[in-house]
Nanobody
Framework: QVQLVESGGGLVQAGGSLRLSCAAS????????IGWFRQALGKEREFVAA????????NYADSVAGRFMISRDNAKNTASLQMNSLKPEDTAVYYC?????????????????WGQGTQVTVSS
């Protein structure tokens, strides 16, 4: 059974940092591109960042570029999202997802597996 489990969310003040982790079981994460998405209350799920299976290619949404950094540790079957200079508009549930065929799509549809999400709340 494939599972992706996010952790590291919480409540932080504006300007603070959080590090999200995505741990995989039942799947070898190293052959998948990994994406991070977020969904704020009442809004659609949106792309945040993605990293190719090798880690050689990364993409960021314009809204987080320069503040967030995606990484992966294939040996540990994990991926991470370091979030710095957090803003209230970053408040959302954050999801990690695995994409077998691509290099990290901006779109939801190509991803094969999803985690349950972790809440990030940034207070002003």
């Amino acid at each position: 059974q494939v599972q992706l489990v996010e952790s590291g969310g919480g409540l932080v003040q504006a300007g603070g940092s959080l590090r999200l982790s995505c741990a995989a079981s039942g799947v070898t994460l190293s052959i998948y591109a990994i994406g991070w998405f977020r969904q704020a209350l009442g809004k659609e799920r949106e792309f945040v960042a993605a990293i190719s299976w090798s880690g050689g290619r990364v993409n960021y949404a314009d809204s987080v570029a320069g503040r967030f950094m995606i990484s992966r540790d294939n040996a540990k079957n994990t991926a991470s999202l370091q979030m710095n200079s957090l803003k209230p508009e970053d408040t959302a549930v954050y999801y990690c997802a695995a994409d077998l065929r691509g290099s990290g799509s901006y779109y939801v549809e190509p991803y094969d597996y999803w985690g349950q999400g972790t809440q990030v709340t940034v207070s002003s």
